[in-house]
């Protein structure tokens, strides 16, 4: 068999693993894909010292390895979303396969690639973008296709697990840990991108796709990320038997999808609560399977690389078969921009953990209490602290029974704008994942 000859873009902590592992795992690799795998070409503007370059032909302009007839598959790994992405169209008008782990290029330019490589009959393969090195696009794709899925909700951030749980289980402070996600490898260039939800939304909306063959979406997604949780948070929700986790969530409602990223209390005895550090974990619910949960390392040089050469594995085996069967199935026609409509966040229905701070006077909490029913929210468990005699105000944490958000949100504005009520009123979402 003719080997397969891969050029690989970029040359970071993603490129470098992928680089070793492929050097390392050589002889399985090939075995594997029924052919030679091999790196000839790589695109970077410098080298790396972790990757020996001996015999790959290194070129400083990225763009000669996608107009290079030689390469079969052209490996994305620079990131962001204009020079890569006009790296990946050039390649696809050059007749290449395109493995990217890139998921802000899939999750905001998909619709448009996908459908520019359906017409050159050719594959875009993104395992790497979502969850690292789980290989949960093959699962819910291939492993699932009997079922209807009717949600998932996944941990799909692991520099912003890794901060959670040090500072819950640690009691480090939010920046010293996200430096240390940062030096580790595990933070996107941009960390806001991590801390503020950006990077869960990215990867909630490509599995959406998968999972509900709907378009990408990304400007759809409710966003939310993990920068306002307090210490306070963690420990109250430990209190009521729950634990805070920032979750992607996509569930199919009737003809339309929620698609949201917040932090969630979820309750300590599910698997996923207790996923932590930098781990990925994603729980996804087919209605012939029930509910499967697949766990691994979100981010890091070596996981990641184990996404990208599956991929890559996977393709070398279809450039034996037919072009017709070349292009995977996506469940949507790219360019389709139709039905399931994206739920606005305030149509969701869930429970909630409200958490505020009011003056320690006779009648507040029975106020509070009486503006959420007539919101229609009702209250499942309450904790109000005693206060030292020189405090005047005091904690009041509620948990409440599922409820529309619109209403929650009614009754918010008007607890916030009590004269008894002192700062921010907060919630965060709850769901037990049952
Ligand atoms: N910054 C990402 C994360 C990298 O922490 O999950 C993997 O996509």
């Known amino acids: 068999m003719k080997p397969v000859k891969i050029g690989l873009c970029g040359l970071g902590t993603v490129s470098s693993g992928t680089f070793n592992v492929v050097a390392r795992n050589q002889r399985d690799i090939n075995a594997r894909a029924g052919c030679d795998i091999i790196i000839t070409h790589v ?3 410098r080298d790396n010292p972790a990757c020996d370059l001996s015999g790959v032909q290194v070129s400083r302009d990225i763009f000669d390895v996608a107009r290079n007839p030689e390469v079969d598959i052209l490996v994305e790994l620079i990131g962001g979303t204009t020079v890569a992405k006009e790296l990946v ?10 493995v990217t782990a890139n998921k802000a ?9 996908f459908a520019k490589a359906k017409a050159a009959g050719v594959t875009v393969a993104f395992e790497a973008a979502v969850a690292g090195g789980i290989p949960i696009i093959k699962a819910i794709r291939e492993g699932l296709a009997a079922n209807r899925i009717e949600w998932l909700a996944g941990i799909i951030n692991g520099t912003g697990n890794f901060i959670l749980t040090e500072m819950r289980d640690k009691g480090r402070a939010f920046d010293d840990v996200l430096k240390e996600a940062q030096a580790l490898g595990y933070a996107e260039a941009d960390p806001t991108f991590d801390v503020e939800g950006i990077d869960a939304a990215h990867k909630l909306v490509i599995l959406a796709s998968i999972a509900f063959g709907m378009p990408l979406q990304f400007d759809k997604v409710f966003t939310e990320g993990i920068t306002k949780i ?8 430990q209190e009521l038997g729950y634990r805070i986790k920032h979750l992607g969530i996509a569930k199919r409602e009737g003809d339309s999808v929620e698609l949201r990223v917040h932090p969630t209390l979820i309750p300590q005895k ?21 509910p499967t949960l697949y766990y691994g390392a979100g981010a890091g040089a070596e996981p990641t690389a184990s996404a990208v050469i599956a991929d890559i594995v996977d393709l070398a085996r279809t450039l034996t078969a037919d072009p017709e069967h070349r292009v995977p199935h996506l469940g949507f026609q790219p360019g389709e921009l139709s039905s399931p409509t994206v739920r606005d966040i305030r149509e969701i229905e869930t429970a909630y953990f409200v958490r505020m701070s009011a003056l ?25 602290k005693e206060q030292p005699e020189n405090i005047d105000t005091a904690p009041i944490i509620l948990l409440t029974n599922r409820a529309v958000e619109q209403h929650l949100l009614n009754a918010l504005e008007k607890i916030q704008a009590l004269p008894t009520v002192v700062g921010e009123v907060t919630h965060i979402r709850v769901e037990s994942l049952s």
């Open 270 to 290: 599910r698997l996923i609560a207790n996923v932590d550090g930098v781990m990925n974990a994603v729980l996804v619910k087919g209605d012939a399977v029930g």
């Open 230 to 237: 307090s210490a306070e948070d963690v420990a109250y929700a």
């Open 360 to 384: 320690d006077k006779p009648g507040v909490l029975s106020t509070i209490t009486q503006i959420l029913s007539e919101a229609g929210v009702s209250i499942e468990a309450l904790i109000q």
């Open 105 to 113: 290029l899939i999750a905001e330019h998909g619709n448009e690639i």
């Open 43 to 45: 695109g970077a503007r």
């Open 89 to 98: 169209l050039e390649a696809i008008s050059n007749g290449k396969h395109v």
